[in-house]
């Protein structure tokens, strides 16, 4: 994966950032990063991008399927289990802690129980020390307080995995995990709170000063939910590619640069980001903002549950979709693999050329008329999803 950096340009609206706070922390390494552009296509050979999220998938507590316990999410054993099949990034959370060390965590609060007590504390309250406490302990024979989950529903359930890992902090991501595999680092925020750009500032210089450090050669992709984030951290450095994370209008949120396709496109074209990651469904309903999103040569990134099912990732490949983020890392993956080979030779153009994906159980077979159907077709199926 070929970057390519660029000066970096005022970021509308955040003309307050003060001068110590931005380039000239890490201006000495900037010359060793990978590039980035805007306009760019961030991609030196088009290549249709697997990325393992949270690891090699995220942990769902109360689903039937043992492979969404099967690791602990967020972990370097998930890491570089992930990393054992044909991926390209793994993406995780990233948190700073009390004292300035930047962790790897996906929820707001941590949960435990204490003699028959359940409590919360907020990651972001927690000194390191006090965070690694919690579940397996890497020194053996010590064992850390319980760590429990809070599901969507309100329910308190007990973190039980088939393999469970010690939590790990975004250094030891960069020392223990094979250098070749990306890295996108999603800069977790509360969507409860109202950040001052001092605190958010304070953050991403923690965690921009880490990946300088490590990074190396190691593809890096930043994104995040946050806008005011993606706005600081291009504007903070021009060493990595920044992506603006939206749930494509499935949520509704005070901010309304987060409620919709259009409003994302927005904030990357004003903002000079260079990619958008939208909720699977976002893109299904609204297959006509992948043309716009690629007009403006911004590239697009997609997560959700219909990323785990290999018919849905198909259609986006052939949408014009950058890549996906995925659970099920081992199977799609190896699906993507087969999915993508050229039909024909290269160079050949057949309005009526068949399109077949070879993965596991059905086979299906568009021409580029039933392809066209289709496209018209997702948005009224997602509808009723």
Known sequence: MALKAVHVSDVPNLDQVPDNASLSLYSSR??????????????????????????????????????MKAIKENTLLSFNTAGNYPIDFIEFDVQVTRDGCPIIFHDNFIYSEDNGTIFEKRV?????????????????????KTLLRKTKDGKILNWTVESDDPACTLQEAFQKVNPSLG???ELKFDDNIVYQQDYLIHVLQAILEVVFDHAKERPIIFSSFQPDATLLVRKLQDT????????????????????????????????????IVSEVRGIFRNPGAVNKIKELKLALLT???????????????????????????????????????????????????????????SRPKFSQRELAFLLKLIPELVQHQ
């Open 30 to 67: 900037f010359s060793k990063g990978v590039h980035v552009g805007r306009p760019t296509t961030l991609f030196k050979e088009p290549k249709f991008l697997v990325i393992g999220h949270r690891g090699n998938g995220m942990n769902m507590l109360q689903s039937s399927d043992l492979r």
């Open 124 to 144: 972001t309250e927690l000194s390191l020390s006090e965070f690694l406490t919690f579940g397996p302990q890497k020194e053996g024979g010590s064992e850390g």
């Open 183 to 185: 890295f996108n680092i």
């Open 240 to 275: 990595y590619p920044v992506f603006f994370l939206t749930n494509g209008g499935n949520e509704i949120y005070n901010d309304v640069r987060r409620n919709c396709l259009e409003e994302a496109i927005k904030l990357c074209v004003e903002g000079g980001l260079h990619g």
């Open 303 to 361: 997560y959700g549950k219909l990323n785990n099912v290999a018919e849905a990732v198909y259609m986006q490949h052939l949408m014009g979709v950058d890549g996906v983020i995925v659970d099920l890392v081992k199977e799609i993956a190896e699906a993507v693999l087969k999915m993508v080979k050229q039909p024909c030779g290269e160079g050949e153009e057949d309005e009526e050329e068949e399109i077949v994906m070879e993965g596991k159980g």
